[in-house]
C-alpha cells in the first residue's frame, strides 16, 4: 500500500517562501517519478511541478515556472516543493502524488496514488 503524506503548509504573506515535503512509503521510491498538484475549491485540480525518478529531470507549468522548485531526496523517500514568491492566486491545497512510470507525466489521471492535500494560504 502506497503512503503519501504532505507537510509544510501554512498561511504565509505574499512573496513569502513555503517548503512543502511529501513522504513516501509502500514501494521503491526511487523508481517512480513523483509530482505536485494543486486545487482550489470549485475548480479542477491543476499539475504544477514533476520530478523522474532519479531528479535529473524537472518539470514545470507555467504560473509557476522561475519560483517553485520540485526536488527529491531518494535516500529519505521524500519529495519536496519549494515554492518562493508566492501570491495570493497560489492559495490552493496542495497534492503530492505518485504515477506507475519512472517519467514524467503531467495528467492527474496518469497519477495512481495521492497524498491528502495540504492547504497553502498566501494572504496578507
Known amino acids: 500500500q502506497v503512503q503519501l503524506i504532505e507537510s509544510g503548509g501554512g498561511l504565509v504573506q505574499p512573496g513569502g517562501s513555503l517548503r512543502l515535503s511529501c513522504a513516501a512509503s509502500?514501494?521503491?521510491?526511487?523508481?517512480?517519478?513523483m509530482g505536485w498538484f494543486r486545487q482550489v475549491p470549485g475548480k479542477e485540480r491543476e499539475f504544477v511541478a514533476a520530478?523522474?525518478?532519479?531528479?535529473?529531470?524537472?518539470y514545470y507549468e507555467d504560473f509557476v515556472k522561475g519560483r517553485f522548485t520540485i526536488s527529491r531526496d531518494n535516500a529519505k523517500n521524500t519529495v519536496y516543493l519549494q515554492m518562493n514568491s508566492l501570491s495570493p492566486e497560489d492559495t490552493a491545497v496542495y497534492f503530492c502524488?505518485?504515477?506507475?512510470?519512472?517519467?514524467?507525466?503531467?495528467?492527474?489521471?496518469?497519477?495512481?496514488?495521492w497524498g491528502q492535500g495540504t492547504q497553502v494560504t498566501v494572504s496578507s
Open positions: 502524488a505518485a504515477p506507475q512510470y519512472a517519467f514524467i507525466v503531467t495528467n492527474a489521471i496518469q497519477y495512481t496514488y
Open positions: 509502500g514501494r521503491t521510491f526511487s523508481n517512480y517519478a
Open positions: 520530478i523522474n525518478w532519479s531528479g535529473e529531470n524537472t
